[in-house]
Nanobody, 122 residues
Framework: QVQLVESGGGLVQAGGSLRLSCAAS????????MGWFRQAPGKEREFVAS????????DYTDSVKGRFTISRDNAKNTVYLQMNSLKPEDTAVYFC???????????????WGQGTLVTVSS
């Protein structure tokens, strides 16, 4: 079992930045990939970004490419999402995700955090 706890959400103006953090605990040795999903008000959840164990392989949804950066600190079992040039459409609850399997983090991750709210004002 893996537990994920997000932090770093808040209210920012458009064009601003936030850094989300997610600390993993439990069977962290089994984690291969970690990443982020988000769910905007009235919309379905969507994949945002992911990173492999080494951090070499990263993936982003098109809407955040060039603005968001995912990184990992494996010694701390933590994944980060640096969000720059935030837009109102980035407003959502952001969920940290993790999985021990290869190739599924962007579609059906096994472990989910409770989420942290990011609100971007116009």
């Amino acid at each position: 079992q893996v537990q994920l706890v997000e932090s770093g959400g808040g209210l920012v103006q458009a064009g601003g930045s936030l850094r989300l953090s997610c600390a993993a605990s439990g069977r962290t040795f089994s984690i291969y990939a970690m990443g982020w999903f988000r769910q905007a008000p009235g919309k379905e959840r969507e994949f945002v970004a992911s990173s492999s164990w080494t951090g070499v392989n990263t993936d982003y949804t098109d809407s955040v490419k060039g603005r968001f950066t995912i990184s990992r600190d494996n010694a701390k079992n933590t994944v980060y999402l640096q969000m720059n040039s935030l837009k109102p459409e980035d407003t959502a609850v952001y969920f940290c995700v993790a999985d021990s399997r290869v190739g599924v983090i962007a579609t059906m991750p096994r472990y989910w955090g409770q989420g942290t709210l990011v609100t971007v004002s116009s």
